[in-house]
DNA sequence: CGCAGTTCATGCACCGAGTGCAAGTTGCAC
DNA sequence: GTGCAACTTGCACTCGGTGCATGAACTGCG
């Protein structure tokens, strides 16, 4: 990764974040697809050419993650004890990315309460965060690439059911919940144990 | 379900069939971000409005079930044993379908391979498959919701897994082999016993 | 057959997402 | 300051997708 300089990199950060908390807050209040590229861009108070340079398309301003987060993500894996099963692996690093992304997962919430056309997206966190968990268990789980696939997508279908029954009055604590009743209702058999 | 007089029922069946085949034939040469809807359009002798009278999108033409499948499904379904566990029930009729429409999961697989940019797109089958499905084990399964969507979203997960992994020159039965182990390695617990 | 009602195909105008390009602006290093 | 690289912006363009109004084809019925 290279570290351009100080100054560009913040500013980056701050518009990335503007204009992000401009478009979710639009949706929130009229819906995924009554919001315009235009309309954030406006509210944003930069050019719609810009918003293409921070964002992939109107999707990825909803589902994209945090600048800071790859680095959450890489500290939460190497967290993980040697030895500990895949399965408890994935489950507590879910449950410690919620924990941290609280405020945005309640957010995220919001404007897909708002945005019923929403509802056949299948992306619920970042896909890059899968990618990143994927690359991890590679390197630390002993099984064959389909094995690999099935577990890290059952811990991704796992998350993916619960957010939609979950009810937002009870905090991310009731998500972490659902997500460990999931993980205990759905193990892959034979979880085996990481080898380094 | 409205039946129309037959003649009209026929000939639309037709069409979607022709644009179907035309498209799809397009995309595995060209790539599905290559071929634009006019391109579809001009090959299939129809006009643009009318495709989309056929397709919601582009990407309907790629994943919308043959106009038969729904009947199929109800027939796959409705052919379960009384008692026989869901989890059992899902592989089976998945296995049914894989095989009644194996050649158009090959034909969707030569379209993916030489359409790289559809890698994002997680649906696989057809989405409304799963609709069919959940409504039917909703009406046959003893789970609570929560429960039994992480159990259809399992059987999903795994379909969509095993795809990828899939070699087609094993034919449609290497498909199935996968699927059995998929099913196998991730089994919700407690597998329940369907009720009527 | 002829007639009315419905379904379907089509052309047209229009909107919004997304891209390529070229010119301008801003921060950085020396 | 000067020269370089990163970033922003405006413009023109392509393409996916929709609303609407018109016309053709099929239907059932007297």
Redo the contacts with the bound molecule.
Sequence with gaps: MVV?????ER??RE?WRLVHAAALRLMTERGFDA????DIVAAAG?????F???F????SVVFDPDPDDPALWATLLAERPAGEPLWSSLREVLIGYTTAAADRMLLQRRVRLASPELAGCSRELADQFWVAVREWAAGHADLDGLRLDLTINAARTVLNTSCPHWDADTGITGLHELLRAGFAFVTPSLPERITS
Tied chains: 1, 2.
């Design positions: 351009s300089s100080p100054v560009r500013k980056k518009t919001v315009s590229v235009d930069i050019s719609r050419r810009t293409f340079n921070y992939a398309g109107k999707e």
